[in-house]
């Protein structure tokens, strides 16, 4: 088969390797391995899960869902407290971004991608054959300013996504910041908010003064829903209608709604386990400072990144010598230019406990 001339050499997303391929090569059974490089949550949604099950023989799973999604469109609007028509709901976030990326790339048009970051960014728009300009976030500290993300906007751009807070490295960028870009910019603004209910903050409320803003979001992390796959933009009113443009029409299935649906009528369990990985993230911090060959980096999120002592060669084997006691981490390539560093998705508190001793054993 012959692929578009646009993939010839296309850097695609790179696949977690599976649990199972990972507990055969280090000779563990497959639960005995914990994924810590995903930003999942340890903590799955039972309450919700037990009400599928108690209704499950009522859901219609013949027919198609209501492809408007009123409903859970109508919980989103009293958790975000924003009109129901400000919302497009996603097969996770990811659909998001790849609807934002179809309604607005050309093939030729440039694309803003403060680094390193969440790599379907650069994924989503080199598909749409445009091109992607890094700009690098500081090393010490991974911030990034306005005015060095709009030093790299031209003519050509069409889009500048901003991680807030950010992935892999767990900070935020101050609202002013954000709102300077998408004053300051005909581009459109992605602020991907994957993250937002472990930071607090939101620039949701842009999009009512900006057209050119677009925020992502999931139920994937604070939600614990990363296996049932719903996200929504938020955006202007105008916006939507364009994001709409090319939304596939069913793309979430009935048991998935039902699920996001049954959360957000359950903001107290999201918000207790936001509050206990959060306490879980600050023990995390505190203990992996005090290891002595690491160095963690503050971190607004549900993971914390830290850097290894000795390099990017110190930081593999520090993660191929937790993958033999069954803690996968991430670890990134050199060119991503955090290849020193491991990512550490913040779990149960028995799990963390052993990471830390497994980190502090290893590097002894
Ligand atoms: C920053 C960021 N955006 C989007 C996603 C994808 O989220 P979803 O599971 O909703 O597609 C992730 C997942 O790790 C992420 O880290």
Request: net charge positive.
């Amino acid at each position: 088969m012959r692929i578009r001339r646009t993939l010839e050499g296309f850097d695609a997303y790179g696949w977690e390797t599976p649990s199972r391929d990972i507990a055969a090569e280090v000779g563990l059974r497959p639960e005995q391995i914990v994924r810590l490089d995903t930003n999942t949550s340890p903590y799955p949604p039972l309450p919700e899960l037990r009400a599928l099950a108690k209704g499950a023989q009522r859901l219609e799973v013949n027919q198609y869902p209501d492809t408007t999604y009123l409903e859970l469109r109508e919980g989103l609007s009293r958790y975000c407290r924003l009109g129901v028509e400000r919302f497009v709901v996603t097969n996770g976030a990811d659909e998001g971004l790849d609807i934002t990326v179809k309604v607005l790339l050309d093939n030729g048009d440039e694309v803003v991608v403060p680094s390193p970051t969440y790599s379907m960014f650069a994924v989503a728009s080199e598909l749409m054959g445009a091109r992607v300009k890094r700009v690098w976030r500081d090393p010490e500290d991974f911030a990034i300013s306005a005015d060095k993300v709009l030093h790299e906007v031209g003519q050509k751009t069409r889009l500048v996504f901003l991680c807030n807070p950010n992935s892999p490295t767990g900070n935020a960028t101050p609202l002013s910041e954000v709102e300077k870009i998408a004053a300051e910019t005909k581009a459109t603004l992605v602020v991907d908010e994957a993250y937002h209910e472990f930071g607090g903050a939101t620039s949701a409320e842009l999009t009512e003064k900006y057209d050119n803003v677009v925020v992502c979001r999931t139920f994937s992390k604070a939600f614990s829903m990363a296996g049932v796959r719903v996200g929504y933009l938020i955006a202007g009113k105008e916006t939507v209608e364009q994001l709409n443009l090319a939304r596939p029409p069913n793309s979430l299935t009935v048991p998935s709604l039902f699920l996001a649906q049954a959360a957000l009528r359950n903001l107290g369990e999201m918000r207790r386990n936001v509050e206990r990985i959060s306490r879980e993230r600050s023990r995390v911090f505190e203990a992996l400072s005090a290891a002595g060959s690491v160095s963690p980096f503050p971190s607004v999120t549900n993971f914390v990144l830290f850097r290894v002592e000795g390099g990017a060669s110190k930081a593999k084997a520090l993660q191929r010598a937790l993958m033999r006691k069954g803690l996968v981490l991430r670890a990134y390539s050199e060119s991503s230019r955090v290849g020193d560093c491991l990512r550490l998705t913040i779990g149960t508190r028995a799990v963390n406990s052993r990471v830390v001793a497994a980190i502090r054993e290893a590097s002894r």
